[in-house]
């Protein structure tokens, strides 16, 4: 129970969180629009600022207008091929992930990640979060191995693909990539558990209890714990 209370006490605070960061970016973006003007540099650059923590705080329909508004006069002021102007692109997409739309999302991921390595080069920071969203929009589409392709090192990659291919009943699939998962996450609790469960569905009781007691270290969420303890249970009774 005291854990339960404190993850609530957790979320609660990181919406304040949230709401305070947006609350102060607001005020920022209304003090540069009325000094500098809404296409000066540090305008569009506070704009999209603004528009990355309504993506956070998930509020897409704002985040949605803004960056659009902010993508057109930065296209204007700085061209498509700016850093700046690629980000809000980048923006655009995530408010369209976040709205139920991955297909214009990807196409708009893309796009951006495409322009970054031109700009920026392949392994510029800008580059690597972007190649990490474009890897989420083709996993939001279920091309699991155009995102593994993409981003063979995103561990959030691979947890979305090792839950849809074992809700799918395809666990010799999932254990097909125990080596490269291992060796590449060893303290995922996620990825360990989706391990354990694929053993324990194979009827093989030494690994999946390996593999959910490994799990049971690193996880944190209540709701992932229950899911192990249980799995756990009914590995020792094979």
């Not at 609660?12 to 209304?30: M, N, P, W």
């Not at 561990?155 to 693909?161: G, L």
Request: charged fraction near 25%; charge should be negative; proline fraction near 2%.
């Amino acid at each position: 129970r005291f854990i339960s209370e404190l993850s609530v006490q957790n979320g609660q605070s990181r919406t304040v969180r949230h709401q305070k960061a947006s609350e102060l970016g607001e005020i920022v973006y209304d003090r540069y629009c009325k000094l500098l003007g809404e296409e000066h540099p540090d305008t569009l650059h506070s704009l999209s600022n603004l528009a990355a923590s309504y993506i956070e705080f998930g509020d897409y329909e704002k985040a949605l207008n803004l960056s659009k508004k902010g993508y057109e006069l930065s296209c204007k002021v700085h061209g498509e091929a700016h850093p700046d102007t690629i980000r809000l692109l980048s923006n655009i997409s995530a408010s369209y992930r976040g709205e139920g739309d991955p297909v214009t999302a990807l196409e708009l991921e893309e796009k951006a990640y495409y322009q970054y390595c031109e700009v920026l080069g392949k392994e510029h920071p800008n580059t690597l979060n972007s190649l990490s969203n474009l890897s989420m929009c083709y996993c939001f589409v279920k091309n699991y191995e155009k995102a593994l392709k993409l981003n063979n090192s995103d561990f959030s990659v691979w947890e979305d693909y090792c839950y849809t291919i074992q809700q799918l009943g395809h666990d010799e699939r999932l254990l097909q990539f125990e080596e490269d998962v291992t060796t590449l996450f060893p303290q995922n609790a996620q990825i360990l558990t989706h391990l354990g469960l694929g053993y324990l569905k194979q009827k093989n009781a030494d690994k999946a209890i390996d593999y959910l007691k490994k799990a049971s270290a690193f996880a944190y969420e209540n709701s992932m714990l229950y899911t192990i303890y249980q799995a756990l249970g009914d590995a020792y009774q094979l």
